[in-house]
């Protein structure tokens, strides 16, 4: 399999991880929250290992873009001509999609006014925040692409990485044991989708003797292993006083980083069937649409869930009713594709 075959196949492959992710952490006590209801108690411990982990499809996501994009030079003139303005139709599509979809039992309230409204503040569907933060992201790509280029490889990446994670992870635990937050020192300033966009780059473009090790790779996933347990157990004990656990978001951009240059490193090395390969590109290919229909696909495969749970355990239920929408979204979207116009969107 050629080196260019290869990065296209595990991209690919990462994207339908992170679509399964996305899709999984909105199944609400069905799935992700599951713990909450089960008494199971290896579902329950289960459910908070994955509940715990699960958010890292966003910031692979982002490393994915970073990895296609951030290699290249780009015009401002371009971006906001071919990217920004493209990503805003979609957007704009996908928010009076969700009006309409939202108005289906009261008709009435459906108005330009609504779609306005929804369109301006993002409340139609939660999972459309994402479009936003990868347009902001596009707003400043021609001078990612710059940027990139002129930063030394490891330490800025390891520096990146650790002072991330020091924000997101490791000041929200001090938080919760000491009852201390200084709300001045965020993180905003960084910007998640500039910070994945990077570390995406980095980690294809710039760190090939640091990821293509197996060596490393295996410290990086034992790394991965222990955070997870530290992270388990702090949403564990959030149990107390949250509903729901309260850090499902500790570490994800290690997890997403494993993820990544594994997958990588498998596919490096693995040699793959064309028919195979060819699948991977396919069902990679619907991912983008999957996830703009992906509230409506839940919506009307959640009976394949309720028929499905009685008879076996939560989980594979869930992972039956996800199935059922990852495969009708990729068959809709490439379907989509051969139509002029909406093609050239999705």
């Given at each position: 399999?050629?080196?260019?075959?290869?990065?296209?196949?595990?991209?690919?492959?990462?994207?339908?991880?992170?679509?399964?992710?996305?899709?999984?952490?909105?199944?609400?006590?069905?799935?992700?929250?599951?713990?909450?209801?089960?008494?199971?108690?290896?579902?329950?411990?289960?459910?908070?290992?994955?509940?715990?982990?699960?958010?890292?499809?966003?910031?692979?996501?982002?490393?994915?873009?970073?990895?296609?994009?951030?290699?290249?030079?780009?015009?401002?003139?371009?971006?906001?001509?071919?990217?920004?303005?493209?990503?805003?139709?979609?957007?704009?599509?996908?928010?009076?999609?969700?009006?309409?979809?939202?108005?289906?039992?009261?008709?009435?309230?459906?108005?330009?006014?609504?779609?306005?409204?929804?369109?301006?503040?993002?409340?139609?569907?939660?999972?459309?925040?994402?479009?936003?933060?990868?347009?902001?992201?596009?707003?400043?790509?021609?001078?990612?692409?710059?940027?990139?280029?002129?930063?030394?490889?490891?330490?800025?990446?390891?520096?990146?990485?650790?002072?991330?994670?020091?924000?997101?992870?490791?000041?929200?635990?001090?938080?919760?044991?000491?009852?201390?937050?200084?709300?001045?020192?965020?993180?905003?300033?960084?910007?998640?989708?500039?910070?994945?966009?990077?570390?995406?780059?980095?980690?294809?473009?710039?760190?090939?003797?640091?990821?293509?090790?197996?060596?490393?790779?295996?410290?990086l996933s034992g790394a991965s292993?222990?955070?997870?347990?530290?992270?388990?157990?702090?949403?564990?004990?959030?149990l107390r006083e949250a509903d729901?656990?309260?850090?499902?978001?500790?570490?994800?951009?290690?997890?997403?980083?494993?993820?990544?240059?594994?997958?990588?490193?498998?596919?490096?090395?693995?040699?793959?069937?064309a028919a195979l390969e060819s699948?991977?590109?396919?069902?990679?290919?619907?991912?983008?649409?999957?996830?703009?229909?992906?509230?409506?696909?839940?919506?009307?495969?959640?009976?394949?869930?309720?028929?499905?749970?009685?008879?076996?355990?939560?989980?594979?239920?869930?992972?039956?009713?996800?199935?059922?929408?990852?495969?009708?979204?990729?068959?809709?979207?490439?379907?989509?594709?051969?139509?002029?116009?909406?093609?050239?969107?999705?």
């Amino acid at each position: 399999m050629s080196g260019q075959r290869t990065k296209i196949v595990y991209l690919e492959i990462l994207r339908i991880i992170a679509i399964f992710l996305v899709l999984f952490n909105h199944t609400e006590t069905a799935g992700i929250h599951h713990y909450l209801e089960t008494e199971n108690p290896v579902n329950y411990w289960f459910g908070i290992c994955a509940a715990s982990a699960a958010q890292l499809c966003i910031p692979l996501f982002f490393m994915i873009s970073g990895a296609l994009l951030l290699r290249r030079e780009e015009s401002l003139r371009y971006v906001l001509r071919h990217r920004v303005l493209r990503m805003v139709i979609v957007l704009a599509l996908a928010v009076l999609l969700q009006t309409v979809w939202n108005c289906k039992q009261n008709p009435e309230a459906l108005s330009i006014k609504t779609y306005l409204c929804n369109l301006y503040t993002g409340t139609a569907s939660v999972p459309h925040w994402f479009l936003y933060a990868y347009i902001l992201m596009l707003l400043v790509l021609p001078l990612l692409q710059r940027l990139a280029r002129v930063i030394p490889r490891k330490t800025w990446f390891l520096y990146l990485l650790v002072l991330w994670e020091t924000a997101n992870s490791v000041l929200p635990i001090v938080e919760y044991y000491t009852g201390l937050a200084n709300p001045q020192f965020t993180p905003s300033v960084l910007g998640k989708c500039v910070v994945w966009g990077l570390m995406g780059y980095f980690a294809e473009n710039r760190s090939e003797e640091m990821f293509y090790d197996k060596k490393n790779i295996v410290i990086l996933s034992g790394a991965s292993l222990i955070l997870l347990a530290v992270s388990v157990h702090i949403n564990y004990l959030s149990l107390r006083e949250a509903d729901y656990i309260a850090y499902g978001g500790l570490f994800v951009s290690v997890y997403a980083l494993t993820v990544f240059v594994a997958v990588r490193y498998v596919c490096s090395r693995l040699k793959m069937p064309a028919a195979l390969e060819s699948f991977f590109c396919f069902v990679g290919s619907g991912v983008f649409g999957t996830y703009l229909i992906e509230t409506q696909l839940r919506e009307i495969f959640y009976p394949v869930f309720q028929a499905a749970a009685p008879r076996i355990h939560a989980y594979p239920a869930v992972l039956l009713w996800l199935g059922a929408c990852v495969i009708t979204g990729v068959l809709l979207s490439n379907l989509f594709k051969k139509i002029p116009l909406v093609g050239r969107l999705i």
